[in-house]
């Protein structure tokens, strides 16, 4: 009775390991699962079966370092993340040093939680046109909420360029993010 909603579809490449005692599945190698439109891929996935909660882990070499990072695909929004916690039940997420694009804005952040109307609210994060790992210039905020296919909204923000913090300093500042691209001039027009 206390499951989710829709039915959770689930793989694994190496080995599937169910704990009865605790209620917790174990999913091994290239691990993927699947609830309605969202996605998770992960090395190492654990489905907590009494509180609906899934922990999906990146996969590490031998020394300890992220090598392939945790997808998670949510309809059109799309993340990538060395670690992921997810609740069917309630929809929301909290994701650790996640990338993402929206738009053509590139999102990295320490720490991150999605909710359920698929809002993002996001601490110390970077917005950036760069499409790089460790991208070369981008503005930092504090706080930022990001409405998908709309705008990202920053608390207090400043421009950094390559690691060197300006002192260009903004109280707010708004991103579109939209998916539609737009140029060109914008003539005036008088409404009727």
Avoid at 73 to 83: I, K, S, T, V, Y
Avoid at 162 to 183: L, Y
Wanted: some cysteine; proline content about 5%.
């Amino acid at each position: 009775k206390n499951g989710p909603e829709m039915k959770v579809n689930y793989s694994a490449e190496d080995s599937i390991e169910l704990d009865n005692a605790k209620q917790i599945l174990y999913l091994y190698g290239s691990s993927k699962v699947t609830y309605g439109q969202m996605q998770i891929e992960a090395d190492r996935i654990e489905i907590y079966l009494e509180t609906n909660e899934v922990h999906s882990f990146g996969k590490k070499d031998s020394t300890g370092k992220i090598t392939e990072k945790v997808k998670f695909q949510d309809g059109e929004q799309f993340f990538l993340a060395p670690r992921m916690d997810y609740n069917f039940k309630t929809q929301k997420g909290k994701i650790i040093e996640i990338y993402s694009q929206e738009g053509e804005m590139h999102l990295h952040a320490q720490k991150a939680k999605k909710m359920p109307d698929d809002n993002i609210f996001v601490k110390n994060g970077k917005i950036t046109t760069c499409d790089h790992e460790d991208p070369h210039f981008y503005f930092l905020a504090s706080k930022l909420k990001v409405i998908p296919g709309k705008v990202m909204v920053a608390g207090p923000t400043h421009l950094v360029i390559r690691d060197f913090h300006t002192p260009i300093w903004v109280p707010f500042g708004i991103f579109p993010n939209n998916t539609e691209k737009q140029s060109g001039i914008i003539i005036p027009s008088q409404s009727s």
